[in-house]
């Protein structure tokens, strides 16, 4: 969601830029030669047209709504690309700590991937959930996902969390295809 709204953020700002460029070019055309018409956009044939405009046409009304909606969107976008820090418990009175989501899953993963027939495991993190994906040629899902269970357990008990994470831990195996 990040990447999305830091994009929008950027698009918006280069659009806002190039338009006060234009806008410059052409106060500074129009103040240089009035007599001539204008640098590269037709804006006197705009204003003629948007002249015959008042605040109840339809093409005011709707362009109006449409405004509203993208900044409806890009409002609840901005909303939900909030901090995702892995919350800690506090160590004294005004001080907070927190962990980066991918830092909980290296944590994790390092554990995991140290274990007995684990052949490669990724990770993903976030302050309600964790998610393991193991691979092993030697033991099946039944056998290994036990381990892999307390091993990220173990690891969340060692951490300072203000809410513990679901774990979700699945394991892939040869042996559980046949």
């Known amino acids: 969601m990040r990447v999305l709204v830091r994009l929008l953020s950027t698009v918006l700002g280069l659009a806002v830029a190039v338009a006060g460029a234009l806008l410059a070019l052409e106060v500074g055309w129009h103040w240089w030669q009035p007599a001539r018409g204008p640098l590269l956009l037709p804006w006197p044939q ?6 015959t405009l008042d605040w109840t046409s339809t093409p005011v009304r709707i362009t109006a709504g449409i405004v509203a909606l993208a900044g409806l969107v890009l409002a609840l ?13 506090e160590p004294a ?3 907070t700590v927190s962990t980066s989501p991918r830092a ?3 944590m994790v993963g390092l554990a995991v991937r140290a274990q007995d027939n684990v052949r490669g495991a990724s990770v993903t993190a976030s302050a309600r959930r964790v998610r393991v994906r193991a691979t ?3 033991e099946d899902e039944q056998q290994l996902r036990p381990r ?17 994470p ?3 831990v699945v394991v892939d ?5 046949r």
Do not use: H, I
């Open 148 to 164: 892999l269970l307390e091993t990220v357990a173990a690891v969340l008990d060692d951490l300072p969390l203000v809410r513990r």
């Open 46 to 51: 705009w204003r003629t047209e948007l002249s």
């Open 166 to 168: 679901k774990v979700t």
């Open 173 to 177: 195996s040869p042996k559980d295809r």
């Open 77 to 89: 976008l901005a909303f939900g690309a909030g901090d995702r820090a892995v919350r800690m418990t």
């Open 93 to 95: 009175d005004e001080v």
């Open 104 to 106: 909980l899953a290296r």
């Open 136 to 138: 092993s040629r030697l």
